[in-house]
């Protein structure tokens, strides 16, 4: 039988203030799955970005409860709810941000400059793809090998050109 514990507000607060873990893992497992479905809400379902704000933002919680929090101000349950939704917010904005044209140009130039340098059926088979437009059975055909090959090239290319591109970014 499951029994529920009804703590003080209060003392909760105050537990979590002089950073107890037993107190901070009671509001966790209490809080968490509320705070998670008006994140999966405001990110638009996406459930794994939503549980990687919730637990950035239950870090900063860790963080900054003693320092933020006031509870003359608003309940700690709205105060968490702010939290995550400001961290929501900011991981939102980083997500939707377009690269300017010139960021845009930039990569395409050092995109460019890997692929010269990359080995030459990954690239044959990129170029091929991207700049030529075809799917993998054509490509398959015109190189005359396996579709299995043809996967197995894009793969490994396609990791080593994310590689770089992340000195990037």
């Known amino acids: 039988m499951n029994k ?19 107190a901070f893992e009671f509001v966790h497992d209490t809080f968490s799955p509320a705070l998670h479905g008006s994140l999966i809400d405001l990110v638009e379902t996406d459930k794994e970005n939503a549980s990687h704000i919730l637990e950035d933002g239950f870090s900063a919680v860790w963080q900054i409860v003693h320092q933020s929090y006031d509870q003359r ?31 845009l140009e930039r990569l395409s130039l050092c995109l460019r400059r890997k692929l010269s340098t990359m080995n030459v059926s990954q690239r044959h088979v990129i170029e091929l793809m991207y700049d030529q437009g075809y799917c993998k059975a054509r490509i398959a055909s ?4 396996p579709i299995e090959t043809v996967d197995h090239l894009l793969k490994s290319g396609f990791r080593e050109l994310k590689a770089y591109l992340k000195t990037f970014i």
């Open 142 to 145: 015109a190189l005359n090998i």
């Open 73 to 103: 101000q608003q309940q700690l349950f709205s105060w968490l709810l702010h939290m995550m939704h400001q961290l929501a917010m900011v991981a939102l904005k980083q997500l939707n941000r377009w690269p300017s044209a010139d960021e």
């Open 4 to 22: 529920k514990l009804h703590i003080n507000e209060q003392l909760l607060i105050d537990l979590l203030c002089a950073n107890n873990c037993k």
